[in-house]
């Protein structure tokens, strides 16, 4: 072992001991008294950095003063943890190391800042998403930094299966506690900033259950590489292009759910049917997705050139097969093109033709709901004999479907036994009903068999399937539902390169672990983009809530980027599609203010960025098709985002001409994609994010390929010039050309000045040998000779290096930065940048004759120092001591040490520690414990430590300093060489008190077991002794409660599936204790919690009230708008209790049966997703009291 090892090893110890008033009680003589010195003020960093996130510091406050060690006296007020010093950020390798996601097999280290000497405990809680288990890492401190802070580590063991880690930080003092967690809502309530997470986070008096991740995935983990270097186009076929006019339907030939008739536009342009202002002909609802236009496959394939020019490698089509509806996702039958769209014939020359010029077919699979009219469900009796689940009990697709008894105003329109029966359709929209995706028939149907759905069509040659509402079938996390897992089995035997893409709004991590998707709609990156091309925040039907759409400064925008890279393997993050629009949301042109510029500006970032740009059709040439605003003032996009292209050749002119420009500059950006691999799948480096002045300026390198790219952005309103240093990242000797336009830069220097126009950018590009992007290796034979205030380091010298880089940090992995601003010419280097008694690591990299810099070699360790001259026991700790052992005496241990020339200087001396201890007969320093800085005596730094003796005997005190963080310690003595000595003589009262009658445990669940005991009536009590015993190990104790502070207890620091054994003793006044009393052995499991939510309503709320949400658990119905009724309290309270399991984090809203009654905010606006993180309270239970502004009908918010 190291010796750094042995010293950080003996400091954990000695700051485990120091977790509470009492720790070492039964297992070693003494304890650690309550100290009242000062905490040192915080370090200007720290001060700044709280100035900087107010919001965090201003919700942290002291707590509690601890408790006084006895009835008749209190310690000082203790002055707290130091929020301010708390940091840690997850893409920062001094803070996790490695980062981002994480493969089987591995492990991560884990650090948190404090001030140094500041907490009694730092422990990292992890959640485990895959086994819904949590665990509870302790952190030892492992570096002290010369500015004043404390190092704490832990190493996180990720497991050998797929999952999400959540991980946390709680740190204590006293009876003080504090969370360290992600700062994604800056105060309870608040909206939650997507662009924030990840990175640097927040100290939180309460945890708000924002916790940072880590993904855990298969090491041999594969995405398709034609998706990694993919540009996608995706189509709504009934919209894009009319090539086969033969098979276009007329007005009226089909009636869709026995209320919508067929309508055909004659005329190409020319707006969709509004459904918000056109009722169907029964005039109850408004007609909506019953118009078509005539677009279909043959179109498709007539354009495939167009589509060639704009450099699309991949084609992904909403659905195509027989439906009732325009956009098909209500599917009639799933191995047959719609015959409005073509044929099968015409599918297999549309495959053989994208094939020719190296493009790939996407699929759209519908497989959680298809259509009520359809045969699977007949509801409407359109097809021959009684097939259809709704209309028999003895269907042959019966079990496919769920079916219940009528809530609310629902019909009654399939056969049960004996009254009609509903059934679960998607959202509550009944023209879908939901799909039993559990029982075998249903994946031997849609994948499991030779014939079926997904097989067939990869059989005829399409590249791979996106997956609407994907988690609704299998939620990525449950290890019983393995939907995702076969799938992806079972196709990927057919043709390994299949593509397999959910679809997931949010954080798509449950599903890469490597064995269900390969990727998913990123609409997370959407947002970030188009909120940095925004001036202001953007809201609509989908961007609203917690989904609402910032306005992003480019620091903003690169967290975002960062925030995805950093939960995603890279397999899944380079095949990522990369959307600014969809069929499901607002067009881009329209969210970019119909400002060209702005979406030029958009697209360039998207197609300079890693994964795959997507472009919904149209958006190339600017399509203006703006989303428009329902009755109550919010914006919706469909049917309006469903525009038809429209080509210069058709009839009609509502949406206006193609913009050539714009199609010209996307044609542009797809060729520069296609010649450049570091585009597609190179490292991302950022440059600079400057927010005051708007400019986001990255790097992109594929050095296998001898190619890079520098990309400027300028989201500002006027023209900025900017120098960008690039010295050591791009090898010298090299132009790069510019996108669109603009001026060549040259490499040679390591620098340039550019100039970045308003709302614009460019992308310069450069192709080279690969040996031109070849770094030297890292240079040998790094030593490092520490003396006092300087370490003196030296290398070998490299052939053909230019330089070298010396790098620094206060620990071995993680942390390193440049000693130097320009590299260093010879092999030596003295750094006289220390400070005595740290611990500093080093390590060496070499320049290039082209300008590149290698990776850094191994790390040394060195430690300066002081030599010290003088050391000696202060007051009466230099003499013997005999004392009678009572409860609550303290023991004081002053020594001093001296260093001439530098301790007489006022206050403390930086580097020096000191430790002291109350050794036995035969014992040693194990249990030895730092001491505090205490003032100057004679020239020297005195400290002191306040023992409390626990047990009787001959003692002798030992003190302790080290100059050299630990490596060695000079011992005090005596001016005769002797060690003081203590005896401690017992008490003439040896009758120990009653134990406790009973010991109850109240309740066991991850957020702690919960005690109480009979109080015993003595009254010399001082204190209860809770002692705890897990498996085979022997009873400790974990806690000392003083008599008047009660007779409970709550243990927090419980692992699920443990089982404990709790006891309890009295302790008096002569430290005289009494046997152990017992309770019974405690599993520790998740509580099943009686969550009860209140909603408050207006007083002219008419019908039920429903609660529709995810719940996280498939006894509850999921975003069924009538399927969790309400119990009505009074004319304006509606309840209900829900039994949901602990830790769960849930969604919902209030609703009146149907979504067109659901509840709105009070101006009418769209509200987020209300979210519950389900905890116990101490009776076990949870009650949640909401308020509804307003209902989306009744108030006709639209």
């Given at each position: 072992?190291?010796?750094?090892?042995r010293?950080?090893?003996?400091?954990?110890?000695?700051?485990?001991?120091?977790?509470?008033?009492?720790?070492?009680?039964?297992?070693?003589?003494f304890?650690l008294?309550?100290?009242?010195?000062?905490?040192?003020?915080?370090?200007?960093?720290?001060?700044?950095?709280?100035a900087?996130?107010?919001?965090?510091?201003?919700?942290?406050v002291?707590?509690?003063?601890?408790?006084g060690?006895?009835?008749?006296?209190a310690?000082?007020?203790d002055?707290g943890?130091?929020?301010?010093?708390?940091?840690?950020?997850?893409?920062?390798?001094?803070?996790?190391?490695?980062?981002?996601?994480?493969?089987?097999?591995?492990?991560?280290?884990?650090r948190?800042?404090?001030?140094?000497g500041n907490?009694d405990?730092?422990?990292?809680?992890?959640?485990?998403?895959?086994e819904?288990?949590?665990?509870?890492?302790?952190?030892?401190?492992?570096?002290?930094?010369?500015?004043?802070?404390?190092?704490?580590e832990?190493?996180?063991?990720?497991?050998?299966?797929?999952?999400?880690?959540?991980?946390?930080?709680?740190?204590?003092?006293?009876?003080?506690?504090?969370?360290?967690?992600?700062?994604?809502?800056?105060?309870?309530?608040?909206?939650?900033?997507?662009?924030?997470e990840?990175?640097?986070?927040?100290?939180?008096?309460?945890?708000?259950?924002?916790?940072?991740q880590?993904?855990?995935?298969?090491?041999?983990?594969?995405?398709p590489?034609?998706?990694r270097?993919?540009?996608?186009?995706?189509?709504f076929p009934?919209?894009f292009?009319?090539?086969?006019?033969?098979?276009?339907?007329?007005d009226?030939?089909?009636?869709?759910?026995?209320?919508?008739?067929?309508i055909?536009?004659?005329i190409?342009?020319?707006?969709?049917?509004?459904?918000?202002?056109?009722l169907?002909?029964a005039?109850d609802?408004?007609?909506?997705?019953?118009?078509?236009?005539?677009?279909?496959?043959?179109?498709?394939?007539?354009k495939?050139?167009y589509?060639?020019?704009?450099?699309v490698t991949?084609?992904?089509?909403?659905p195509?097969?027989?439906?009732?509806?325009?956009?098909?996702?209500?599917?009639?039958?799933?191995?047959?093109?719609?015959p409005?769209?073509?044929?099968?014939?015409?599918?297999?020359?549309?495959?053989?033709?994208?094939?020719?010029?190296?493009?790939?077919?996407i699929?759209?699979?519908v497989?959680n709901h298809?259509?009520?009219?359809?045969?699977?469900?007949?509801?409407?009796?359109?097809?021959?004999?009684?097939?259809?689940?709704?209309?028999?009990?003895?269907s042959?697709?019966?079990?496919?479907?769920?079916?219940?008894?009528?809530?609310?105003?629902?019909?009654?329109?399939?056969?049960?036994?004996?009254?009609?029966?509903?059934?679960?359709s998607?959202?509550?929209?009944?023209?879908?009903?939901?799909?039993?995706?559990?029982?075998?028939?249903?994946?031997?149907f849609?994948?499991?068999?030779?014939?079926?759905?997904?097989?067939?069509?990869?059989r005829?040659?399409?590249?791979?399937?996106?997956?609407?509402?994907a988690?609704?079938?299998?939620?990525g996390?449950?290890?019983?539902?393995?939907?995702w897992?076969t799938?992806?089995?079972?196709?990927?035997r057919?043709?390994?390169?299949?593509?397999?893409?959910?679809?997931?709004?949010s954080?798509?991590?449950?599903?890469?672990?490597?064995?269900?998707?390969?990727s998913?709609?990123?609409?997370?990156?959407?947002?970030?983009?188009l909120?940095?091309?925004r001036?202001?925040?953007?809201?609509?039907?989908?961007?609203?809530?917690?989904?609402?759409?910032?306005?992003?400064?480019?620091s903003?925008?690169?967290?975002?980027?960062?925030?995805?890279?950093?939960?995603?393997?890279?397999m899944?993050?380079?095949?990522?599609?990369?959307?600014?629009?969809?069929?499901?949301v607002?067009?881009?042109?329209?969210?970019?203010?119909?400002?060209?510029?702005?979406?030029?500006?958009?697209?360039?970032?998207?197609?300079?960025?890693?994964?795959?740009?997507?472009?919904?059709?149209?958006?190339?040439?600017?399509?203006?098709?703006?989303?428009?605003?329902?009755?109550?003032?919010?914006y919706?996009?469909?049917?309006?985002?469903?525009?038809?292209?429209?080509?210069p050749?058709?009839?009609?002119?509502?949406?206006?001409?193609?913009?050539?420009?714009m199609?010209?500059?996307?044609?542009?950006?797809?060729?520069?994609?296609r010649?450049?691999?570091?585009?597609?799948?190179?490292?991302?480096?950022?440059?600079?994010?400057?927010?005051q002045?708007?400019?986001?300026?990255f790097?992109?390198l594929?050095?296998?390929?001898g190619n890079a790219?520098?990309?400027a952005l300028?989201?500002?309103?006027?023209?900025?010039?900017?120098?960008?240093?690039?010295?050591?990242?791009l090898?010298?000797?090299?132009?790069?050309?510019?996108f669109?336009?603009?001026?060549?830069?040259?490499?040679?220097?390591?620098?340039?000045?550019?100039?970045?126009?308003?709302?614009?950018?460019y992308?310069?590009?450069?192709?080279?040998d690969a040996?031109?992007?070849e770094?030297?290796?890292?240079?040998?034979?790094?030593?490092?000779?520490?003396?006092s205030?300087?370490?003196?380091?030296?290398?070998?010298?490299?052939?053909?290096?230019?330089?070298?880089?010396?790098?620094?940090?206060?620990?071995?992995?993680g942390?390193?930065?440049?000693?130097?601003?320009?590299?260093?010419?010879?092999?030596?280097?003295?750094?006289?940048?220390?400070?005595?008694?740290?611990?500093?690591?080093?390590?060496?990299?070499?320049?290039?004759e082209n300008?590149?810099?290698g990776e850094?070699?191994?790390?040394?360790?060195?430690?300066?120092?002081?030599?010290?001259?003088?050391?000696?026991?202060?007051?009466?700790?230099?003499?013997?001591?005999?004392?009678?052992?009572?409860?609550?005496?303290?023991?004081p241990?002053?020594?001093?040490v001296?260093?001439?020339?530098?301790?007489?200087?006022?206050?403390?001396?930086?580097?020096?520690?000191?430790?002291?201890?109350?050794?036995?007969?035969?014992?040693d320093?194990?249990?030895?414990?730092?001491?505090?800085?205490?003032?100057?005596?004679?020239?020297?730094?005195?400290?002191?430590l306040t023992i409390?003796?626990?047990?009787?005997?001959?003692?002798?005190?030992?003190a302790?300093?080290?100059?050299?963080?630990?490596?060695?310690?000079?011992?005090v003595e005596?001016?005769?060489?002797?060690?003081?000595?203590?005896?401690?003589?017992?008490?003439?009262d040896?009758?120990?008190?009653?134990?406790?009658?009973?010991?109850?445990?109240?309740?066991?669940?991850?957020?702690?077991?919960?005690?109480?005991?009979?109080?015993?009536e003595?009254?010399?009590?001082?204190a209860?002794?809770?002692?705890?015993?897990a498996?085979?190990?022997?009873?400790?104790?974990?806690a000392?409660?003083?008599?008047?502070?009660?007779?409970?207890y709550?243990?927090?620091?419980?692992?699920?599936?443990?089982?404990?054994?709790?006891?309890?003793?009295?302790?008096?006044?002569?430290?005289?204790?009494?046997?152990?009393?017992?309770?019974?052995?405690v599993?520790?499991?998740?509580?099943v919690?009686?969550?009860?939510?209140?909603?408050?309503?207006?007083?002219?709320?008419?019908?039920?009230?429903?609660i529709?949400?995810d719940?996280?658990?498939?006894?509850?119905?999921?975003?069924?708008?009538a399927?969790?009724?309400?119990t009505q309290?009074?004319?304006?309270?509606?309840?209900?209790?829900?039994?949901?399991?602990?830790?769960?984090?849930?969604?919902?809203?209030y609703?009146r049966?149907d979504?067109?009654?659901?509840?709105?905010?009070?101006?009418?606006?769209?509200?987020?997703?209300?979210?519950?993180?389900?905890?116990?309270?101490?009776?076990?239970?949870?009650?949640t009291?909401d308020?509804?502004?307003?209902?989306?009908?009744?108030d006709?918010?639209?």
């Open positions: 072992m190291h010796k750094r090892d010293r950080g090893s003996l400091l954990a110890a000695a700051l485990l001991l120091a977790l509470a008033v009492l720790l070492v009680i039964g297992g070693q003589p304890a008294a309550a100290q009242s010195e000062a905490t040192p003020e915080p370090t200007a960093e720290a001060t700044e950095e709280c900087e996130k107010a919001e965090a510091c201003a919700i942290v002291p707590l509690d003063i601890p408790a060690l006895t009835p008749e006296a310690p000082a007020a002055p943890i130091n929020p301010g010093a708390l940091y840690h950020d997850s893409r920062s390798d001094l803070y996790r190391t490695p980062g981002g996601a994480a493969p089987f097999g591995t492990t991560v280290t884990l948190l800042r404090a001030e140094a907490l405990t730092a422990t990292v809680r992890v959640w485990n998403t895959r819904e288990a949590q665990s509870l890492l302790p952190m030892q401190v492992v570096a002290t930094t010369p500015d004043g802070y404390d190092l704490w832990t190493t996180l063991d990720v497991g050998s299966k797929g999952t999400v880690l959540w991980y946390r930080f709680i740190v204590t003092r006293g009876n003080q506690t504090l969370y360290y967690e992600d700062d994604t809502r800056l105060a309870a309530g608040s909206p939650y900033l997507a662009y924030r990840g990175g640097a986070g927040m100290v939180y008096a309460e945890s708000p259950d924002l916790s940072y880590i993904t855990v995935y298969d090491p041999a983990y594969y995405t590489e034609w998706m270097n993919a540009v996608v186009y995706q189509i009934d919209r292009r009319d090539g086969d006019p033969s098979n276009n339907p007329a009226g030939d089909e009636v869709f759910y026995d209320a919508l008739p067929l055909f536009h004659d190409w342009n020319e707006p969709p049917v509004d459904g918000r202002t056109t169907a002909p005039g609802q408004g007609y909506f997705n019953s118009d078509f236009y005539g677009g279909d496959l043959a179109g498709i394939t007539e495939l050139d589509l060639q020019d704009l450099g991949a084609i992904y089509l909403n195509i097969f027989l439906a009732r509806s325009n956009h098909r996702y209500d599917t009639v039958d799933y191995l047959q093109i719609d409005i769209l073509g044929t099968l014939e015409d599918f297999q020359t549309l495959v053989s033709e994208a094939d020719k010029r190296g493009m790939k077919l699929l759209d699979g497989f298809l259509s009520s009219d359809s045969p699977y469900f007949d509801r409407f009796d359109r097809f021959e004999g009684d097939e259809g689940a709704c209309e028999s009990l003895e042959p697709y019966r079990a496919w479907f769920y079916f219940a008894p009528p809530r609310a105003n629902q019909p009654a329109p399939c056969a049960g036994d004996p009254d009609p029966l509903y059934y679960t998607w959202a509550g929209f009944d023209t879908i009903p939901r799909i039993n995706n559990t029982i075998v028939e249903t994946r031997r849609f994948f499991l068999d030779e014939n079926s759905v997904a097989q067939t069509w990869i005829e040659g399409i590249g791979g399937w996106r997956l609407d509402v988690p609704d079938i299998d939620n996390r449950d290890p019983n539902n393995i939907y897992e799938f992806r089995a079972v196709l990927r057919l043709n390994p390169e299949t593509v397999i893409i959910g679809e997931e709004w954080d798509g991590s449950e599903f890469f672990d490597g064995d269900e998707w390969d998913t709609m990123n609409y997370r990156l959407r947002a970030g983009i909120g940095f091309v001036d202001t925040d953007f809201t609509d039907n989908d961007s609203n809530g917690d989904r609402v759409m910032y306005a992003l400064a480019p903003e925008l690169d967290n975002t980027i960062r925030s995805i890279e950093e939960d995603y393997p890279q899944a993050y380079h095949a990522l599609m990369n959307v600014l629009s969809s069929h499901d607002s067009r881009l042109f329209f969210v970019v203010g119909a400002d060209p510029q702005a979406q030029k500006l958009a697209a360039l970032t998207q197609f300079a960025l890693p994964g795959a740009p997507t472009i919904y059709y149209g958006d190339e040439i600017a399509i203006d098709a703006p989303s428009i605003p329902d009755s109550g003032g919010n919706q996009d469909d049917p309006y985002n469903r525009a038809p292209y429209p080509w050749d058709t009839e009609g002119d509502y949406y206006p001409p193609p913009d050539e420009d199609l010209a500059f996307y044609q542009g950006l797809g060729a520069l994609r010649d450049n691999p570091a585009l597609r799948t190179g490292e991302m480096v950022t440059l600079l994010a400057d927010d002045n708007g400019l986001y300026v790097a992109r594929s050095k296998a390929d790219a520098l990309v300028n989201r500002s309103a006027d023209d900025r010039q900017v120098r960008l240093d690039f010295g050591g990242l090898p010298t000797g090299l132009t790069l050309r510019p669109p336009d603009g001026a060549p830069i040259s490499t040679d220097g390591g620098s340039a000045e550019i100039s970045i126009p308003a709302r614009g950018g992308i310069w590009t450069v192709t080279a040996a031109a992007f770094a030297p290796a890292a240079p040998n034979g790094l030593t490092a000779v520490a003396q205030g300087q370490v003196a380091l030296e290398w070998d010298a490299l052939d053909g290096a230019a330089g070298y880089i010396l790098y620094r940090s206060p620990v071995a992995a942390g390193f930065e440049p000693l130097t601003e320009t590299p260093i010419s010879g092999t030596t280097f003295n750094d006289e940048t220390v400070t005595n008694g740290f611990v500093y690591y080093y390590a060496a990299a070499a320049v290039g300008g590149l810099v850094p070699g191994a790390s040394i360790m060195a430690v300066p120092s002081y030599t010290i001259d003088e050391t000696f026991y202060v007051g009466e700790s230099a003499e013997d001591r005999e004392l009678e052992l009572v409860f609550g005496l303290t023991l241990v002053q020594a001093a001296k260093i001439d020339g530098v301790t007489d200087a006022q206050g403390q001396t930086p580097g020096i520690l000191a430790r002291a201890a109350l050794i036995p007969d035969g014992g320093l194990t249990a030895a414990l730092p001491m505090a800085y205490a003032g100057d005596v004679d020239g020297a730094d005195s400290y002191t409390m003796p626990q047990e009787i005997g001959e003692y002798r005190v030992v302790q300093f080290s100059a050299d963080g630990g490596l060695t310690w000079i011992t005596r001016a005769d060489g002797t060690l003081p000595q203590v005896t401690l003589a017992a008490s003439s040896t009758t120990p008190p009653d134990a406790p009658a009973e010991v109850r445990v109240l309740r066991a669940s991850l957020s702690g077991v919960g005690l109480e005991w009979d109080a015993v003595d009254e010399n009590l001082f209860y002794r809770v002692y705890r015993a498996g085979d190990e022997a009873a400790a104790v974990i000392e409660i003083a008599a008047a502070d009660g007779t409970a709550t243990d927090s620091a419980v692992v699920e599936g443990e089982t404990y054994v709790y006891s309890v003793a009295a302790v008096d006044g002569a430290l005289n204790e009494s046997p152990l009393t017992s309770a019974e052995p599993p520790v499991a998740r509580l919690v009686p969550v009860t939510f209140v909603a408050e309503v207006p007083d002219y709320t008419t019908g039920k009230v429903f529709a949400g719940f996280g658990s498939s006894d509850y119905p999921r975003w069924d708008p399927g969790l009724e309400m309290a009074d004319d304006t309270h509606w309840t209900i209790t829900l039994d949901i399991k602990e830790g769960t984090a849930i969604e919902y809203k609703v049966g979504w067109t009654a659901v509840e709105k905010g009070a101006e009418c606006e769209e509200i987020a997703n209300r979210r519950l993180t389900v905890r116990p309270d101490e009776a076990g239970v949870q009650q009291a308020n509804v502004q307003k209902w989306r009908d009744l006709a918010c639209g």
